[in-house]
């Protein structure tokens, strides 16, 4: 078939691949990478700022993809093609049943886990069902997890993300809203999950030491989540600098480069 002949989803999905990764059938690739358990989990370190008030340590669970001679693909490479394939909801499960079993071959020793949600997954009236299932399974405390879900999805569709939250929450499981403060619909999406932690957006935390307005808005957040015993993290933090500053403004937690790498859980 000629290129003009193609279908413009069809071109898309090719010129997408093509840039991405070097796959010929990007969905068959997918497929074996499920049946092979090809993906890896990651950890990056949530850590409290303040050790007077006995905030659990947390992880971000991550995930790669190995390809030939150990070669391990980020997620920015296959996460698109996982999105145009419908085949989200099934990472996030992968990820999910994954994460408590590393977490239960732990011992209870192991640090709560913030796990992420594609939008396919939060409105899936059936995902809370499994993360019950799979967490009766461990004997988890549902306070271990929390999922992390992006604010715009809560507000495009405010009535099933209210009942996955719904379905979540009685299991024990909480919400955090990442990327909190990159746009004007954030405080929306708090209300509609009864969210328990939020995640502020690096790009504002990165601006704190040079922007007036971003520092403002900082104290801002803060300070209405003090107020209504919403958790706070601080995304991208580089510097010693950016923590002292963090930590005097009252945030619970950071998370960044400058306070730990990406790790393989195993």
């Known amino acids: 078939m000629a290129k003009q002949d193609k279908a413009p989803e069809q071109q898309y999905m090719e ?44 992880l971000e ?14 997620p920015g490479a296959f996460i698109p093609v996982l999105e145009h394939c419908d085949m989200m909801p099934a990472l996030d499960r992968w ?54 879900v992006e604010a ?24 955090a809203i990442a990327g909190f403060g990159r746009d004007l619909v954030s405080f929306d999406a708090l209300k509609e999950v009864s969210a328990g932690m939020i995640k502020v957006d690096g790009g504002l935390v990165m601006e704190i030491h040079r922007d007036p307005v971003a520092l403002a808005k900082i104290k801002s957040i803060q300070g209405v989540c003090a107020k209504v015993g919403i958790q706070t993290v601080a995304e991208f933090v580089e510097q010693q600098e950016t923590i002292e500053k963090l930590r005097a403004i009252g945030f619970n937690y950071a998370q960044g480069y400058g306070v730990a790498r990406p790790e393989p859980l195993n």
């Open 15 to 58: 010129s997408l691949v093509g840039s991405l990764t070097d796959w010929d059938d990007p969905e068959a690739r997918l497929a074996q990478a499920f049946k092979l358990d090809e993906f890896i989990l990651f950890g990056q370190r949530i850590v409290p700022l303040d050790p007077k008030a006995n905030l659990p340590p947390r």
């Open 61 to 74: 669970v991550l995930i790669r993809l190995r390809e030939e001679e150990e070669h391990l693909m980020p």
């Open 95 to 148: 990820v999910v049943e994954h994460a408590i079993q590393w977490w239960q071959s732990k011992g209870g020793q192991a640090p709560a886990l913030n796990v992420n949600l594609s939008v396919e997954t939060l409105i899936d009236p059936s995902f809370p069902v499994f993360v019950q299932r799979q967490m009766r399974k461990a004997a988890m405390p549902g306070d271990v997890l929390y999922f992390e």
């Open 152 to 175: 715009v999805d809560v507000v495009t569709y405010p009535q099933k993300s209210r009942s996955a939250a719904d379905k979540l929450r009685a299991a024990g499981c909480r919400i």
